[in-house]
């Protein structure tokens, strides 16, 4: 009976030193901040936000339309310049380098990136009246929170989530995973608060974020509000390879 005892008190021990350590390091399992790069088809702009300096990709067009881009949490947004210049040839472009990526002070989190968001949506809103709003995987959730807070023209998710716990819980099925995590990107949450006509484009083959997580958030919008597009025979971070992928939100952003 105490050998019982003594393997009970060791499993226990054991697995609250797995959440001890999933709490103490979740956050380096969120971020993957990407080195400083260089481009010669965008100038950087740097915008101070709390404390923090914001180096931000800007691509120049005359007009009032704008788009406001978030990428995924190992991406390098100088990668999506040339894409999306080209896919959307009469918006000014803004790609954002989160706090810690691409040359960006400070570490991330989520409020610290949320607080950037808005701090960039206030600097681009200066020259532009229609600012359309886009968040990939990560960015998602940020994009969400945006445009909960702000008004924005539309608002295009890329593989996105309805909660990171949720998604947490699929890698993490036996820990408490919503007591432990930290930034939790409750983007459902925030549905409700978005006026903004949303996209929401889906990866068929998405190996990181499950559809029905997808699917959840879309139904947390209000009924009619949100379109799901399922792009075929995509992965994750294979997306970009379809031609279908930009020419969804190229007709998105171009609807009256």
């Not at 400083?36 to 709390?50: F, K, L, R």
């Not at 009619?224 to 994750?236: E, L, N, P, S």
């Amino acid at each position: 009976m105490r050998s019982v005892v003594y393997l009970l008190i060791a499993a226990a021990a054991v697995y609250a030193s797995l959440c001890a350590m999933l709490f103490l390091t979740q956050r380096s399992h969120i971020y993957f901040p990407t080195g400083e790069s260089g481009t010669a088809n965008a100038e950087a702009v740097s915008i101070e936000s709390h404390g923090e300096r914001i180096k931000v990709w800007s691509v120049a067009r005359p007009g009032r339309n704008a788009l406001v881009y978030f990428g995924g949490n190992a991406e390098d947004v100088a990668w999506s310049i040339d894409p999306l210049s080209a896919a959307f040839p009469d918006r000014s472009l803004y790609l954002v380098n989160y706090r810690g990526y691409g040359g960006s002070s400070g570490r991330p989190s989520e409020r610290g990136l949320k607080a950037d968001a808005l701090v960039v949506h206030d600097h681009v809103a200066r020259s532009h009246a229609d600012i359309a709003v886009m968040g990939r995987s990560l960015g998602s959730g940020i994009a969400v929170s945006l445009a909960a807070a702000r008004r924005v023209q539309r608002l295009v998710l890329v593989t996105p989530y309805d909660s990171l716990v949720e998604v947490a819980r699929k890698y993490y099925r036996y820990l408490p995973v919503s007591l432990l995590l930290r930034d939790r990107y409750d983007s459902a949450a925030l549905a409700p608060s978005v006026s903004a006509p949303v996209l929401l484009v889906v990866a068929a083959e998405d190996e990181i974020i499950p559809r029905e997580r997808s699917e959840a958030l879309a139904a947390a919008f209000a009924p009619g509000q949100a379109t799901v597009t399922v792009i075929a025979g995509a992965g994750h971070n294979s997306l970009d390879l379809s031609p279908d992928y930009l020419r969804t939100v190229q007709r998105f952003l171009d609807s009256p």
